[in-house]
């Protein structure tokens, strides 16, 4: 059995639509067996996938061929993902958290209280 790759990916749970998954595709985020395919490229287990999904990337492999989008516990059994990929995927996870932790004031506009520390501090420095 095969099912197109737009429709495969849609199934897995890599993307929300199908229209995203094709727009994906043909951008080249996703690589069937090492080269870059069209959105009607067939799938059948055994194909090696590599998808780009903003920072990430995924190494996967079809193990099973859906065409329709089920359940996220059912989808994760279409594919295994490669030691390789998981490795990857959760260092960038990793950098990712911590360019996020970088210090900076994102909470907002200042309170009153930090507005008022704040005047006490340029007070100090003109002094």
């Given amino acids: 059995m095969r099912v197109r790759l737009d429709k495969w990916l849609w ?8 229209a995203l998954a094709a727009t994906a ?23 090696s996938l590599r998808i780009r999904l903003g920072p990430y990337h995924h190494i996967v492999t079809v193990r099973a061929i859906s065409e329709h989008r089920g359940p996220a516990p059912i989808a994760a059994k279409l594919y295994e993902e490669s030691e390789e990929g998981r490795k990857a995927r959760e260092a960038m ?16 506009r200042p309170t ?12 100090a420095d003109r002094d």
């Fill in 93 to 108: 996870q990793l950098q990712v958290k911590i360019a996020q932790a970088v210090p900076g004031y994102d909470r907002g």
């Fill in 11 to 18: 199934a897995a749970r890599f993307f929300k639509t199908r």
């Fill in 25 to 47: 595709i043909e951008a080249g985020k996703v690589e069937v067996n090492g080269e870059r395919a069209k959105r009607s490229k067939q799938l059948q287990v055994g194909d």
């Fill in 112 to 123: 009153k209280k930090d507005r008022r520390d704040i005047e006490r501090v340029r007070r």
